[in-house]
């Protein structure tokens, strides 16, 4: 059973576009919310993360929209530039153990 | 610093024989996670140690996956009688675990392949 599920697969984005990638989950326990970047051949690495008190964080031109009630959470990337091109994962943990992902978005911002 | 690191990078082997996958984790880091991500696919939860409690296995996808965390810092991922399915890039990562810090930080994994 997939506990954070991720949309869409894969994302084309014209440069300064806005990129958004979307993510579900079912668990209320979940307490941390991270978005992830990675790169061919790299592990992930982390880009943004929110917790549940805050509805909203922004980091550059990063910024994840969270809502509570409806149990998502979605990553924007606002002026979206090649170099931004990557497969991106959200994911969810309680208390910081067990860490739940979701399937990954590939995105792919043409020049 | 050094960040995680993790070998071999790439592993191939045959079906049925075993290995062994290395991940030394930032120094100081109390937590450690080993997840596997499959091509197309998102990280798949193997095992987390957190300092000396016992390690959550939950994740181990059958009794053939084990792993071991000597003196709270390298882990030792082992893999017995490997079978095709088992192919996978091998993730670790490790955390301070310190209030209100969950930043996982990931090595570069190692690339199983089983021929």
């Known amino acids: 059973q997939q506990q954070v599920k991720q949309s869409p697969q894969s994302l084309i984005v014209q440069k300064g576009g806005i990129s958004i990638i979307n993510c579900a989950y079912e668990?209320?326990?979940?307490?941390?919310f991270p978005w992830y970047q990675q790169f061919p051949g790299k592990g992930p690495a982390l880009l943004i993360a929110?917790?549940?008190?805050?509805s909203e964080k922004k980091e550059g031109r990063f910024t994840i929209s969270f809502n509570k009630s409806a149990k998502q959470f979605s990553l924007h990337i606002m002026d979206s530039q090649p170099g931004d091109s990557a497969t991106y994962f959200c994911?969810?943990?309680?208390?910081?153990?067990?860490?739940?992902f979701g399937t990954g978005t590939s995105l792919t911002v043409i020049p | 610093g050094a960040g995680v690191s993790q070998s071999p990078s790439n592993k191939v082997t045959e079906k049925g024989k075993d290995v062994e996958l290395r991940c030394d984790p930032i120094?100081?880091?109390?937590?450690l996670y080993w997840y596997r991500q499959s091509l197309g696919q998102g990280l798949e939860f193997l095992i987390y140690?957190?300092?000396?409690?016992?390690?959550?296995k939950s994740g181990l996808p059958s009794d053939r996956f084990s792993a071991e965390r000597t003196g709270g810092s390298v882990s030792t991922l082992t893999i017995q009688r490997t079978q095709q399915e088992d192919s996978a890039v091998y993730l670790c990562a490790s955390s301070t675990r310190l209030a209100g810090t969950d930043t996982q930080y990931f090595g570069p994994g190692t690339r199983l392949t089983v021929l």
């Open positions: 929110i917790r549940p008190d805050v």
């Open positions: 994911a969810a943990s309680m208390a910081g153990n067990q860490f739940y």
């Open positions: 140690f957190q300092g000396n409690s016992a390690p959550d």
């Open positions: 120094s100081g880091h109390t937590a």
């Open positions: 668990n209320t326990a979940f307490d941390y």
